[in-house]
């Protein structure tokens, strides 16, 4: 299954350089707006099937251009809310870079407990668990691969984007994840490939996923020009001139 990780566009704590958490009433700006739109005609030409969001307004704004376009009802799941950030929320990013725990938050991730807030290793624990449950439901559902959007928050994101990339969580603010950008995680039986990290504007139309191969006449299926899915013999890694050709054709 692949899930397509959706960042919600840029918000009024995102420009006022604030930690929103789970503030309530933080909508999007024009310009995240604007992001939305752009989002939903980017992926709108897509086979997704389903559409999962964090319950908080920012994220409810980004997908609903996406959702009309494609005459789905989103639905949202508690597990890919924002952290609870407890004491810091509504504080400026400024004033919490003196605190001692913003190192944590940097350097050990994994060991960082917000203040009356939850721990980043739980955020990771609920986001991970909330992502291959969905993947797991709408694949029994339909009986075939499925393609969707789970959009919720930055650190969410990074949080399950560790996890597929077999990333210790304290390196987790090693990853990049800008407002209203992609990143698509496949879900195979041995292992999860992240396909694309961070991406705000690249061509997506090879993630509709393609027909069944006819079979070789060894029994076989036949192989695509672009050759074998990437990672398939002892986990080899498709090369950088071959990738995206390779990406395209396994999804």
């Given amino acids: ?39 939903a005609e980017r992926l709108a030409a897509l086979p997704i099937e389903h559409i999962v969001h964090s319950p908080l307004l920012r994220c409810q704004r980004t997908v609903a251009p996406l959702a009309e376009k494609l005459g ?7 597990r890919l809310i924002e952290v609870d950030y407890g004491d810091w929320t509504g504080k400026a990013i400024a004033d919490l870079l003196t605190e001692p725990l913003w190192k944590v938050v940097q ?42 959007v789970a959009c919720t928050h930055g650190d969410v994101i990074k949080s399950v984007l560790a996890d597929a990339l077999g990333l210790h969580l304290d390196g987790f603010q090693r990853i990049v994840v800008e407002p ?3 990143s698509i995680v496949r879900y195979t039986p041995t292992a999860p490939y992240v396909v694309r990290l961070n991406d705000t504007g690249a061509d997506l139309s090879g993630l509709a996923i393609k027909p069944q191969q006819p079979a070789s006449a060894s029994g076989s299926p036949a192989e695509t020009e672009a050759g074998p899915v990437p990672g398939g013999e002892l986990g080899g890694t498709p090369s950088a001139d071959n990738g995206n050709a390779e990406l395209r054709d396994s999804l």
């Fill in 180 to 182: 209203a950008s992609l």
């Fill in 107 to 148: 350097r050990h991730a994994s060991g960082a407990v917000f203040p009356s807030g939850e721990g980043l290793a739980q955020v990771q624990i609920r986001a991970v668990a909330a992502v291959r449950e969905h993947d797991r439901r709408f694949a029994e559902k339909a009986g075939h691969d499925v393609l969707w």
């Fill in 72 to 78: 789905l009802e989103p639905e949202y799941d508690d």
């Fill in 1 to 39: 299954m692949t899930v397509i990780l959706l960042r919600h566009g840029v918000s009024t704590s995102n420009t006022a350089r604030t930690l929103a958490g789970r503030s309530a009433g933080v909508d999007l700006t024009e310009h995240g707006d604007t992001q939305a739109r752009a989002v």
